[in-house]
């Protein structure tokens, strides 16, 4: 029994080491990714796949003179908030 | 208590709620009622619903059930006041000038297009309604100006709104206030009587309980035309601004729409018919401010009064 136990101990080791090793010689001789990407950029240009363009996009027209009398002006609000108070405010008749 | 202050239909809007659903989704919704309102019945809008009625005018349109009850409302009005109440005086106010937002009016510093003579216009009184079909004939000529009575009812719908999630609740729009429940569960709500000639300053201090409170004056929207001072509350008499020794008129009354149909009323009536309108209804007190600056009210409005005269701190 205790043979066995010495015995599994070294096989665990052995193994280890020799796992430990095995990935270290495969890590070493993958290829890196600078590696990579110049032996991608050195292939054939029929093989790379075309790098989409898009156009031009129209300038912005801040001084709005063009189709200012078919398209409104955008009117934009802001969400204002609450505010909170202790108090009811007071009022005021302004009239109208 | 939360307040959202915001500008629409060409005035300062206040909205005030008390409780803890009342909150922001609250004030957000009757918020976006007012602004859709706006749209729907501004005069000042071609497309909106007062203004396609108006282009209509000699032939029947249908028209939705709030302008429906607007009309009536205002005929109602219109016969109890003795015509001082008229929504059918816009050819008048167009022909003094006030032919675009007071906002617009102001920034070419009040001057407006030479006035014309006046021509002769149909009565509010020949307005046809057949509310069963929910359709409207204003007669041919007729143009119709909702102006402050569209602000009270938008201000009451609005409160309404409001008032669901909250336990007391004010709107408040370019003198038509709304108040809803009492702030604190038993307290007042504090209103300031301003002085038509001196925006900063307060003539009386009020305290009011649930109603309403609205103010008319001719120092707020006025202009020159032809070197003359102009103002938007028509004698429907005789066509032309009132001639009137009051400045402003405030009423309190249970319902804003009577209280801005009379305090539109009173102040084209003057002290001279004050008495003998403000009569025909029983919850209804006022306090004018004439020229001087003096103040003078109903009885029971003078015990609402707690504090006179006095400056907003800056």
Known sequence: MRL?????????????????????????HSPKP???????????????APVPTLAPLPPLDLSGTQNQAALPAPQFSVQQQPSFFSQAPVFTTGGS | MQTLEFRAMNTDVLLAAEG???A?????VARRFIEVSELRFSRFLPESELSQLNIAAGSWRMVSTDLLEMLQLSLAY??????????????????????????????????????????????????????????????????????????????????????RDASACAVSAGGDILFIGRPGQDGDWQVNIEDPQNPSAALAGLKVGPGAVATSSIAKR?????????????????????????????????????????????????????????????????????????????????????????????
């Open chain 2, 24 to 28: 922001e989704l609250g004030l957000q």
């Open chain 1, 4 to 28: 066995l136990q010495i015995g599994m101990r070294i096989w665990i080791a052995v193994t280890s080491v020799f796992s430990f090793m095995a990935g270290w010689i495969m890590l070493a």
């Open chain 1, 34 to 48: 600078v590696q990579s990407a110049s032996t991608s950029s050195a292939a054939p240009s029929g093989m790379s």
């Open chain 2, 222 to 314: 006025s202009w020159h035309q032809d070197g003359l001072q102009r103002h938007h509350l028509i004698d429907p008499r005789t066509g032309e601004p009132a001639k009137t020794s009051w400045l402003s008129v405030t009423v309190m009354s249970p319902d804003i729409l009577t209280a801005e149909v009379y305090a539109k009323a009173l102040l084209i009536g003057g002290a001279g018919e004050a008495d003998h309108l403000a009569s025909r209804r029983s919850d209804l007190n006022y306090i004018a401010i004439d020229t001087n600056g003096a103040l003078n009210s109903s009885m029971a409005a003078e015990d609402l009064i707690y504090e006179h005269g006095f400056t907003y701190q800056q």
């Open chain 2, 78 to 163: 219109h016969k109890e006041t003795d015509g001082l109440f008229d929504p059918s005086i816009l050819p008048d106010l167009k022909r003094l000038g006030y032919d675009r937002t007071m906002d617009a009016i102001r920034a070419k510093r009040g001057a407006v297009a030479p006035g014309l003579p006046r021509a002769p216009r149909p009565s509010f009184r020949d307005i046809e309604i057949d509310a069963a079909n929910r359709r409207v004939r204003l007669q041919p000529g007729m143009e119709i100006d909702l102006g402050g009575f569209a602000k009270g009812w938008i201000v009451k719908k609005a409160a309404e709104l409001l008032s």
């Open chain 2, 20 to 22: 803890i659903y009342a």
